[in-house]
């Protein structure tokens, strides 16, 4: 057996007007039909469904499907997909502006200590942290976010000084600090 052989199978599958990329899972249960944050549509399976399963299930939600890409298209998100590197400069001066005195305000409630801070464009992610050296980055397309966001995010990341990962503990911590922390990510997923 060689090392790819537990790998999912990805082909990419015309269905009338949309793009699929149907991902076959040896271990699947359940098929998993998602639009990605970047319009993409995916549709895992278990290994071995019929074809028509497949081009059925997807025609069954096509206007699901539309909807959601379009939602993306008119969201920061799908802005940012399309930027221009000035407006990215644009927002990075706007976060680069305004999250240094969020890290100094949050700091003493959180007890902790940043290190250095950096900015820059990122897909998937809205911030990370580097717990050993206090290294903070945040995403600046946060500037297109209502300013609460930022802050959320600010707060966030500190959290991660204290707590690496998104457990209980972290959450407590976040629930401690920033009680609509949730309400504030949520502005961030739509």
């Not at 469904?49 to 081009?55: G, H, K, T």
């Not at 940043?114 to 050993?132: D, F, H, I, V």
């Not at 802050?151 to 503990?169: D, Q, S, W």
Request: proline share 8%; charged share 30%.
């Amino acid at each position: 057996m060689t090392w790819y052989s537990n790998m999912p199978a990805k082909r990419l599958e015309f269905i009338d007007d949309l793009e699929v990329w149907v991902i076959e899972k040896k271990r699947l249960k359940h098929p998993n039909l998602r639009v990605q944050p970047d319009g993409r549509v995916e549709f895992s399976v278990p290994h071995g469904y019929p074809p028509e399963f497949i081009v059925d299930f997807v025609r069954e939600k096509h206007d699901w499907i539309v909807k959601a890409q379009q939602k993306y298209e008119t969201s920061p998100m799908g802005r940012a997909a399309t930027a221009s590197q000035q407006e990215v400069r644009e927002w990075r001066q706007v976060v680069e502006a305004f999250t240094p005195a969020l890290v100094e305000k949050w700091e003493p409630v959180l007890g902790v200590k940043a290190g250095k801070l950096a900015y820059r464009k990122m897909k998937s992610r809205w911030g990370s942290c580097q717990p050993s050296t206090g290294r903070i980055c945040i995403n600046v397309v946060l500037a297109l976010y209502p300013p609460e966001c930022l802050e959320y995010v600010v707060v966030h990341e500190l959290a991660h000084l204290l707590v690496p990962g998104h457990g209980p503990e972290f959450h407590a911590i976040m629930d401690r600090v920033m009680p609509d922390w949730k309400q504030r990510r949520a502005k961030l997923r739509d």
